[in-house]
């Protein structure tokens, strides 16, 4: 299972990574962070593959993955 | 595990000062994972302009300058001549690269000056408070414009790149965008070009990256991406104006 | 040591090339354009650069760019060109960078003529760029002395971080006298550990900037430069007097209207006339404490400029009051001639201040 | 001594470069010396001139604005010039180009077919050197020898073949005004 | 007559409408950019042009452009834009062209901030720009004064056919006051028997110019311009005293920091402390006859500046050496502070000179 | 007798500063003739450049401005927006108009401000003693490229009529030159064609005019316009590169 | 009487508008009042804040470097100028959206949860208005008819059916704080 | 036969007119004008054609070109 880690206090809660993610699992907590904005996190983590659509699409840097190393051979 | 995804070395690790969903900080990272990419850091200079990316001298971990409004490309010509191997950027936006600073940039591609450039047009001044710039878009209401920009009274959009690619100087010119993330890696590739070139000694490298600007646009983050579509690619069309032969 | 003649356009050239400049950005303009021309012959001759701006606001970023790489760097221009670097020289002056700017000033306002003037020492030495910065400002009298202070002016600037401009005029930059010029001596930089050149071998981070958006940090980054200003006053007043002793009137005059005056200061000794002159080769800092070495003993000051009384000024402020101060210009491009100016002195001595 | 020297003509005609010689010459000898010429959009038309101070003294202004001396090669610069002239000066006229005279009557003129003698000794060029002969004879601002030696100082070396031709032109200038 | 709340930069712009400007010219520049936006609108609906130029070179180009049609016209920036405009005002001086310049100063030198500041009064009072030329400088203080100042700006400008600055600060052009703005008049255009229309009606050529070719002409046009000049300086010079009845010592300080040096003498009077405040409203001309007036019942002067100290110069040169004249500054977009000027001047009551 | 050739009423009966054998002289004839022929010698307002031409203001008979160096475009801007029906152009350089005044215009043709622009290129900054101009040739030898134009230390010439062709808001732009009568010819009603251009309120007009510099390119008049046909001819091709459809 | 109200927040929480509103009431009342924003690319960060003096004599500075009060709608606000509050001051914290205490004790310090109470007397537009009430109620630096009257001049026509709700807001801020 | 005005104190000698001249009619003078030049002049002015070539090509507007005016009808 990919990991899909959010610094959350640099997040501004753009859903730029929402909006992107393929398999829609990024969500917005309902919490703020301390800069006031709504940050974004992965639900379902299952359902996530790795793509880093969600890390590319962020203007904050906020987003890391991380996935399987593929067995070679 | 692996990292597929992580912040690039050439990036410190500090917060963007960039309003929510400005794609400005997109175009940092892209830049960022270039120069790691080609292992350029250590040789790499930034100059940085004004506008909202005055303080990306902050964020790009390597040496840097901070020029006056639209005078990167000769600020970048000085260090260029001095130290003509290190790698040398200049990243500006539309008020500066296309407004206050066109005998600069027309005459760095001209001379054919060996850096590149980042252009980040977002069709609007941001830093001073949405005020039209060169780019911003025919019927386009800014502080400046309230009206819609008119052709009539105050002209029609430039386009930079194709401007450029008339100039022999001019090695490698793309338009390229980050409204979404097949754009994104496209621009990715595009920039790591222009280093390129720049890294080759092949000449003056520009790419022009159609970002976006929630806050002065008016829009929220998501919205504003697709007005960016909807509106700036038809007007900007994107692709490689010019590419010398040297590079694939 | 065998003389050439020179022409002090070129000997400007040659004595940057001698102090280490390899470096140079420029625009053409009259009166000036011999610099340029033997630069881009002479700089191929020692691996330096002649590059050919697109504008003097191009030319004077270029110079900030090379300068902040800690190389030794020029520019040179007349009145416009000199005032449409205003902002590149403030934000030089900002960002503490070393350079040599070169201002052979012509007629003005506007595009006035290309004869010579000295109309430009406000703009020099108050700041013709916006905010509080200060400008190491040199005003040769002869081509020897702009090959002397060509070193002068490269050494200044990387002693105190600051651009240092050389003020002359198209009689300067024009004219031939013999110069001694001796063999070139080797030379190094010095050690510049805020240059910009990529970090290298593990450097820490360098900037070039003068950016600093917290008015806190801004203040202490004025009074930081106002302290240095405050040591160029203090040690790099530079002046010449001539014939001072005993002097009731001493003119003040720079550059050639101090050649001028010269004369006139022989003729009215042969005449018996007490007259001396100082003249400043420091434009800024001002020679304040030449003025008010020679105040008590002097009875009237005569400020003799190619304007309308700039520096004339600076004489009356350092003066304060304690003496009258006179002034006699010509301008638009106008010479002083050494008659009228002795009639000038004749006058202010004959009690009658015209 | 302080001379003032005025050299004008059609540009081509060579003023600036003998202005040049004569100021070489003059610091040679260990005389203050200083060389300006006339500068300015006024060079389209096509003229030129330069000024040359040789003093004892140092000099102040180089700028010759009341010569002592005028070498007028042209027309133009003898109708330009004439009148600044100082009293009792001097004023030398190529009257190979020029066919008027000078109206001045307080100064010495000379009228000197500069070109046709030139012509005649062999080369067109040496036609302001034939003027600085006469200059040198009747004012002895700098000696021959100094010429002789600012010739070959000044001369690119492949250019050293005609120092003989300009110092005869020198001398058959003096020969003329030679009393 | 009812009052409305008007920001700073609003106020220029209506205060420019309403003195029969119709053309403005300017490039987006902080912290003036209200006025272009103000203007953006305001403009159409008097029929007037709000045109953003590519740049401040071009700016004050378009504006040299449009005056010599005879339009009331201007433009506008801060410090780093002014900088660049210097040679078109010097063109604009040259040629004799009345139009409104706005400096809204803020922190430099270099990019330095967007902070308020007062740090350009060199720039505007002596020349920024090369060869011997004047602005006419206005300071004002207050929303209000904004208002009123603008019409005076443009009449005094085609009065002497001669740029006019006004100058001010963000907290000028960013702060809200009530302000007495009243009907709109209606204005006729002076006569402008010079101004370039086209030879319609068969009209004698006209020129609008700044070249002197020949130096004798050149230096016969700065002598006009020199009348001129003294002519301003005789007939212009706006100061406002407060409470300099009876004072021992008096501040000078222009524009923002003015207001808190007006403050600071009320704490002072107060407290039994005999100070005073002179205003210069004109900063070129300089107040020199209030100076003048007061220097002889006065004991000693303090100049208050946001800057590291510039006018004091012509405190300094209008005091002449006859009482001290001190000075204190903030720089760099820091407001001086009532409590410390205030003590400053206690510290000078105590002859502390610090 | 008829007069089949007399000079044009627009132009003062004085004699040109200019250079024997300079076309300038013939440039500002056709202007004139221009100007007298579409009858507009009464609204015509010019704007003299500093360069050689600078004192073109005396020689048009008409209204005039001298601007400062690079400017004549944003002066003749400040003109026209006040008043939109007279006729207005500026005479620049190559040096005033390609380099120091790059950013006015681009941006005057950007904006499709509605004035005339005669352009002089002669491959050399003239007045100030023969020094390399944008649009000096490669390999061409000038006061400040004593060993001739190298790409590699200053770039290539700029082609500025093809690259202000780009922009939306250029109407009518042509290369013209004055090396022969039937070149002379031609640009003449390139000439009239801007004008007309103008006069129907349909944008940006420039005309680029080759033109010679004998004094400057150290050659006699008449190789000086062999010398333009021989080397400026290939690379700056002859032609109209934008026309308005509404112009025949 | 001196009064100078720092009011602070995000962008869009209205702070610069309701400092307009207060200055505007300041001049209905004939008092001297002086506005001012924060400027500056800080802005980017998303907040806002605007200083406002009420005083009976002209202002010198308009800008609230030591404010009397101040009114914090978020947490950075609170955190960023909890110290520049002058001793005796007062602090108004938005408690609907700041979840810290101030730490001073030589001011008095109101905790309103003004974005909850606004929505609960029906727009949450008006969470400012309720800060505003009890701040009038406190200091009486203005009047509410005064406000009241501002609010007809300051807003278009079109909005003047939000002044009853707005109306209600500062009363209900007043209650909250009225002993 | 045309007639060819040359304004001989204008000239500058050129040469431009007497290159240009489709029937080589234009030479210089032997003397020289007040400006020292070398004036232009035609001879044998029956040959010309009053094409006005040598008016055009004259970068200082010394030469005026006047023609029989032809019969029409
Ligand atoms: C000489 C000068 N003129 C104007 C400004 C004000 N200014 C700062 S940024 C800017 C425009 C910024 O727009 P752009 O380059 O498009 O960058 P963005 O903020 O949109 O990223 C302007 C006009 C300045 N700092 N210096
Ligand atoms: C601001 C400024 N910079 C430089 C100059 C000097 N200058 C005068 S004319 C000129 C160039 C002229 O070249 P061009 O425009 O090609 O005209 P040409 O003389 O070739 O006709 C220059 C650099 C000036 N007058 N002002
Ligand atoms: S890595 Fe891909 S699938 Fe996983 S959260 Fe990010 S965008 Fe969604
Ligand atoms: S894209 Fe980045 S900043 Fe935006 S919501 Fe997602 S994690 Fe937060
Ligand atoms: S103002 Fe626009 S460009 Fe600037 S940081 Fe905000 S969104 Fe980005
Ligand atoms: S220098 Fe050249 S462009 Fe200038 S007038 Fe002479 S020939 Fe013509
Ligand atoms: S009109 Fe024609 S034929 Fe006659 S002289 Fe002129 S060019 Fe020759
Ligand atoms: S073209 Fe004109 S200037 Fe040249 S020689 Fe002929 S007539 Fe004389
Ligand atoms: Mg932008
Ligand atoms: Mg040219």
């Known amino acids: 299972m990919p990991r899909v880690t959010f610094r959350e206090d640099r997040c501004k809660g753009c859903e730029l990574c929402k909006n992107f993610c393929p398999k829609g699992i990024v969500v917005m907590a309902d919490h703020i962070n301390a800069m006031g904005f709504h940050p974004a996190t992965v639900v379902e983590i299952e359902k996530c593959t790795g793509c880093a659509i969600c890390a590319m699409m962020c203007p904050d840097v906020v987003i890391e993955v991380e996935k399987e190393e593929k067995k070679v051979g | ?248 | ?354 | ?179």
Chains 1, 8 share one sequence.
């Not at chain 2, 222009?194 to 998501?222: D, K, M, R, Y």
């Not at chain 3, 550990?193 to 593990?202: E, F, I, M």
């Open chain 3, 1 to 354: 040591m065998a003389k050439i003649l020179m022409k002090g356009n070129e000997a400007i050239g040659e004595g940057a090339v001698r102090a280490g400049c390899r470096y140079f950005f420029g625009y053409p303009i009259t009166p000036q354009s011999e610099l340029p021309h033997y630069l881009a012959k002479r700089m191929p001759e020692v691996g330096g650069l002649y590059l050919q701006a697109e504008s003097e606001v191009a030319s004077i970023n270029m110079v900030f760019g090379a300068a902040g790489t800690g190389a030794r760097v020029m520019t040179s221009s007349s009145g416009p060109g000199i005032s449409l670097m205003q902002e590149g020289i403030s934000y030089l002056a900002g960002a503490e960078l070393p350079c040599v700017i070169v201002n052979m000033i012509r007629g003005g306002p506007g595009l006035g003529n290309i004869a010579p003037a000295q109309s430009d020492y406000f703009q020099a030495t108050k700041g013709g760029g916006h905010g509080d910065y200060r400008l190491i400002v040199l005003a040769p009298a002869s081509v020897q002395e702009i090959i002397d202070l060509m070193q002068d002016a490269f050494d200044l600037s990387d002693k105190y971080r600051n651009p240092v401009m050389l003020m002359g005029d198209g009689v300067l930059g024009q004219m031939m006298e013999p110069v001694e010029i001796g063999d070139q001596k080797p030379f190094e930089l010095p050690e510049k550990p805020w240059a910009v050149t990529g970090r290298l071998r593990g450097k820490e981070k360098r900037l070039i900037n003068s950016l600093y958006i917290v008015p806190e940090n801004c203040e202490v980054h004025n009074f930081k430069l106002e302290k240095k200003y405050t040591g160029i006053k203090e040690a790099e007043q530079r002046w010449e007097e001539y014939r001072t002793e005993g002097a009731e009137m001493v003119m003040v005059a720079f550059g050639t209207s101090a050649r001028i005056c010269k004369s006139v200061v022989d003729r009215c000794r042969e005449e018996g006339l007490p007259v001396g002159l100082l003249r400043p080769i420091t434009l800024w800092p001002f020679p304040e404490k030449g003025i008010v070495r020679l105040v008590d003993s002097v009875k009237s000051f005569l400020t003799v400029e190619m304007n309308m009384g700039q520096m004339v000024e600076d004489v009356r402020l350092s003066v304060n009051g304690k003496r009258p101060v006179h002034f006699y210009g010509r301008v638009g491009g106008m010479i002083p001639v050494a008659r009228d100016v002795y009639t000038e002195v004749k006058k202010i001595f004959n009690g009658g201040v015209a």
């Open chain 2, 1 to 248: 595990m692996k990292k597929v995804f992580e912040r690039p070395k050439s990036l410190k690790d500090m917060p963007f000062h960039y309003c929510p969903g400005c794609t400005h900080g997109i175009a940092h990272r892209l830049v960022a994972e270039v120069i790691d990419e080609l292992q350029v850091f250590e040789k790499a200079i930034a100059v940085a302009p004004v506008g909202c990316s005055v303080f990306c001298y902050e964020y790009f971990d390597c040496d840097a300058y901070q020029a006056s409004h639209g005078r990167a490309p000769a600020v970048a010509t000085g260090i260029k001549r001095v130290l003509p191997d290190r790698v040398v950027f200049t990243y500006q936006g539309d008020g500066d690269l296309a407004a206050i600073g066109t005998g600069e940039i027309v005459h760095s591609a001209a001379r054919g000056e060996n850096f590149t450039v980042i252009f980040i047009n977002n069709a609007i001044y941001a830093m001073t408070g949405g005020q039209m710039a060169p780019t911003t878009l025919l019927g386009q209401k800014t502080t400046t414009t309230p009206f819609g920009r008119d052709h009539k009274l105050n002209g029609s959009p430039v386009r930079m790149s194709e401007m450029l690619s008339v100039l022999d100087g001019t090695a490698y010119a793309a338009r390229v965008s980050l409204h979404n993330p097949a754009n994104v890696t496209r621009a990715k590739k595009a920039i790591k070009k222009a280093f390129e070139v720049q890294i080759a000694g092949l000449g003056f490298s520009i790419v022009e990256v159609l970002s976006s600007c929630p806050t002065n646009w008016g829009l929220p983050p998501l919205k504003a991406l697709k007005w960016l579509e909807d509106n700036m690619l038809p007007y900007y069309p994107l692709g490689e104006f010019k590419k010398p032969a040297e590079v694939i």
């Open chain 4, 1 to 179: 001594m302080h001379e003032g020297i005025l050299i004008a003509g059609f540009g081509g005609q060579g003023v600036l470069s003998t202005g040049q010689l004569l100021a070489y010459s003059g610091m040679v000898e260990g005389k203050h010396v200083a060389w300006i010429p006339s500068y300015g959009p006024e060079m389209r038309g096509g003229t030129a001139n330069c000024g040359v101070t040789i003093a004892d003294s140092p000099i102040s202004s180089p700028v010759v604005s009341e010569p002592t001396v005028l070498i007028a090669m042209n027309r133009p610069s003898l109708e330009k010039f004439e009148k600044v002239v100082v009293p009792g000066g001097i004023i030398f006229v190529n009257s190979s180009l020029i066919n008027i005279k000078a109206t001045r009557a307080d100064v010495r003129t000379f009228y000197i077919p500069a070109n046709d003698m030139a012509e005649e000794i062999g080369s067109s060029k040496v036609a302001n050197n034939i003027i600085l002969g006469a200059l040198l004879e009747l004012t002895r601002v700098v000696t021959t020898g100094a010429v002789e030696k600012s010739l070959y100082e000044v001369l690119p070396p492949h250019h050293h073949k005609m120092i003989p031709i300009n110092l005869k032109a020198l001398e058959v200038g003096a020969g003329l005004v030679r009393e």
